[in-house]
């Protein structure tokens, strides 16, 4: 039966717009419907096509994903190859190709080139056909000349359309630009991989060919895949433009995403800034970027200036430096961290990476390391972007030398010999010397005098490894017993600055009590939490003898931090330091409370939080107590006066009820909040 006249012109309206809303969403980041609205349209077509399954088209929105995988990919003869690019890596290369490219057109020194400069994206490239407005194929670049139909794939992308917009455009165009997946994307894939046990990629670009070479074209509909059209290859003739940069914004005309970084420069002083500046933003791009290209913006000029071998005269990538190379594990060893930790670090040979020599990179822990399965003698991909510290991203077991050897986590501390200790399902391991041992008094003696800390000026890395070595200080409190003596006695310091740091000492002591609770260096207590701990019991004392349910009524306060608290201020010589602190003047201006006021609705109720609240997080419920004057307590006790049961309430809940203590829901917490 075929379907009746206003049927099908009511379909083709749903696909118009449907296309529209596409185009607004993924190709200008700018929606004008909500989600469900537009799911509605396409429920609608899904409905209407089902029931008339004749005017089903494939340029239909339902059409991108295609019901079955494909056999094979075939070949794809492209008719005009696809090039590659010569590269630039510092500003002399570039001011080269730009003479060049000068005595070829014969210009005069007073006239400048005109480029198109956009970025240059880090996944893969692809050419695709749209004949009539129609997208009928896609191919990758392969070798360039011959590359996979990938069509399937492609058509799943929902940044391409599937039909071009307005009516200008060619009959036939075959357009250019590189696939890639947004960082988010592919951290969250890799996050769910690995939550599954799954593979994960190694960096996007792999995620992005990875995800195009699926033969089930439902699997890359799953991938968040995303395009940036660059290059037109073959356009039907009398609809070209005359310079790059018009011929973007044709592109642009008929729905396809060009970058928006797309720029048009004078004269290779203006690549050079334009360069420095995408350098800049490049972290803050949701994308992975390797360098800038620059292309004559005249076609004119490209077509004067021609190909040599596989890549054009007329364009040049400026390659940022690479945040990733190999080197060799030369060794592990095992650092001790102001708290005990263990954490293995990679000696490597030493390699140019993210700009800096790198011969050091940070295994975290052993877990990390064994997961890794980083073992000296291995060839390693070290990463370096930004002003991360460098780290190892894979070992290349291809490249594994069969005189390899497996890290193995010390018995001692390498520092001071104390057993090393890794509790069950920890992924660290610590030293159990405490401050016995040297590198856990250097580290937080260091803390302690760092700036968010204690903030004692010129108290710096090498004069407390000199204190410590010397034995001159052992503990944080004896660093206020320093003399002029002991100071200029040290390597390298003039009596001046000596005098100086006593000063800063002698400044120190008057401080804030979040700034002296966090230079305590409490396990996980970080300035944040040392700002609550502080601002909720009335002075010190009140919070050394807490017991961690009355730790854990501060907000941010869970089970862990409170046992950590209570730990660290059971300990004799924990107290010992304090006293001596005390006893030295340390003193911090005493502040208003947010202690429960007599005055508030909930003041000295108690309550419990269990299960799963629907209406809002527990932190807000939690806040909102507080607010009120309640204590919110992690666990059930006679002083317990209210249990929330959210859904699925664990053995907080059964206890309460034990021991009948008032049980309240959801419900209940949100009308006595309320109010
Ligand atoms: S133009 C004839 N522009 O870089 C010139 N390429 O190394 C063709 N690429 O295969 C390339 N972003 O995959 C151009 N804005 C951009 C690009 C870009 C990434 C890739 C492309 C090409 C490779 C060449």
Redesign the pocket.
């Known amino acids: 039966m075929t379907a009746p006249r206003k049927t099908k012109l009511h379909v083709e309206e749903l696909r118009q717009q449907i296309r529209y809303h596409d185009h607004l969403y993924h190709v200008l980041d700018d929606p004008e419907l909500s989600d469900a609205r537009y799911d509605r349209l396409l429920r609608e077509l899904r409905k209407l096509e089902s029931e008339h399954p004749d005017l089903i088209t494939d340029d239909s929105p339902t059409q991108r994903v295609g019901a079955e995988p494909v056999k094979a990919f075939n070949q794809i003869h492209h008719r005009l190859p696809?090039?590659?690019?010569d590269?630039a890596f510092d500003e002399d290369e570039l001011r080269n190709f730009d003479r060049r490219l000068r005595d070829r057109l014969k210009l005069d020194d007073s006239e400048k080139v005109e480029y198109a400069a956009?970025?240059?994206?880090?996944?893969?490239?692809v050419s695709i056909l749209y004949q009539d407005g129609k997208l009928v194929r896609a191919a990758t670049?392969g070798d360039g000349t011959t590359g996979e139909d990938v069509t399937h794939n492609i058509k799943t992308i929902h940044a391409i359309p599937l039909q071009l917009s307005g009516s200008k455009y060619p009959p036939l165009l075959d357009v250019?630009g590189?696939v890639f997946m947004p960082r988010a994307g592919f951290d969250e894939f890799n996050a769910r991989a690995r939550r599954n046990e799954e593979k994960e990629f190694i960096n996007p670009r792999n995620a992005a060919a990875g995800s195009l070479r699926q033969l089930d074209p439902r699997i890359t509909a799953r991938r968040p895949l995303n395009i940036?059209f660059?290059?037109i290859g073959e356009i039907s003739k009398g609809h070209s433009a005359s310079t790059h940069e018009m011929g973007m914004q044709l592109l642009r005309q008929w729905g396809l995403k060009v970058?928006p970084e797309l720029a048009v420069l004078s004269g290779v002083d203006q690549c050079l800034a334009y360069y420095a500046a995408i350098f800049e933003k490049r972290v803050s791009l949701p994308y992975d970027?390797d360098g800038v290209?620059f292309?004559v913006n005249s076609l004119d000029y490209q077509e004067m200036l021609g190909f040599v071998a596989r890549?054009?005269r007329w364009?040049i990538?400026q390659k940022f430096p690479a945040e990733e190379e190999t080197t060799i594990v030369k060794d592990v060893e095992f650092q001790v961290g102001r708290t005990g930790a263990l954490t293995p670090v990679a000696r490597l040979d030493p390699v140019f990476v993210g700009g800096v020599t790198v011969s050091n990179a940070t295994l975290h822990n052993m877990d990390e390391l064994q997961r890794k399965d980083v073992r000296i003698g291995d060839t390693v991909v070290v990463r370096r972007a930004g002003d991360v510290i460098p780290e190892i991203v894979s070992v290349i077991k291809k490249k594994r030398p069969g005189k390899s050897r497996k890290v193995r986590l010390p018995a001692k501390c390498p520092v001071c010999g104390s057993d090393v200790e890794r509790p069950e399902n920890e992924a660290v391991a610590r030293c159990s010397g405490g401050l016995f041992c040297p590198a856990q008094r250097k580290e937080a003696i260091k803390h302690f005098a760092s700036r968010r800390a204690m903030n004692i000026d010129g108290m710096g890395d090498k004069i407390v490894d000199q204190l410590v070595e010397t034995g001159v200080v052992e503990t944080v409190a004896d660093l206020y017993k320093l003399t002029l003596e002991n100071l200029s006695g040290l390597d390298r310091m003039a009596e001046k600055s000596a005098g100086n740091i006593l000063n800063a000492l002698e400044k120190s002591k008057q401080t804030k009590l979040a700034r002296f609770l966090f230079a305590l260096g409490i396990r996980e207590v970080g300035e944040a939490t040392a700002l609550s701990l502080s601002a909720y019991f009335t002075d010190l004392d009140e919070l050394m003898e807490a017991d961690e349910e009355a730790l854990m009524t501060v907000q941010d306060v869970g089970t862990v931090v409170a046992s950590h608290v209570r730990t660290f201020f059971q300990q004799t010589h924990n107290k010992e330091i304090i006293d001596a602190l005390l006893a030295a003047g340390i003193r911090w201006p005493v502040e208003r409370k947010a202690t429960p006021d007599d005055q508030l609705p909930l003041a000295g109720k108690t309550f419990v939080l269990t299960g799963t609240l629907n209406k809002l997080t527990r932190d807000q419920a939690k806040s909102r107590l507080h607010e009120l004057g309640a204590k919110v307590s992690g666990s059930v006790s006679r002083k317990t006066d209210f249990v929330v049961a959210g859904e699925n309430p664990g053995s907080k809940h059964k206890k309460a009820l034990d021991m009948g203590v008032f049980v309240i829901d959801e419900e209940a917490l949100l009308q006595l909040i309320s109010k």
Request: hydrophobic share 40%; proline share 7%; glycine share 8%.
């Open positions: 696809m090039l590659s690019l590269n956009e970025p240059k994206l880090d996944g893969l490239a670049r250019r590189e940036y660059y290059g970058s970027i290209v292309k890549a054009p364009a990538a």
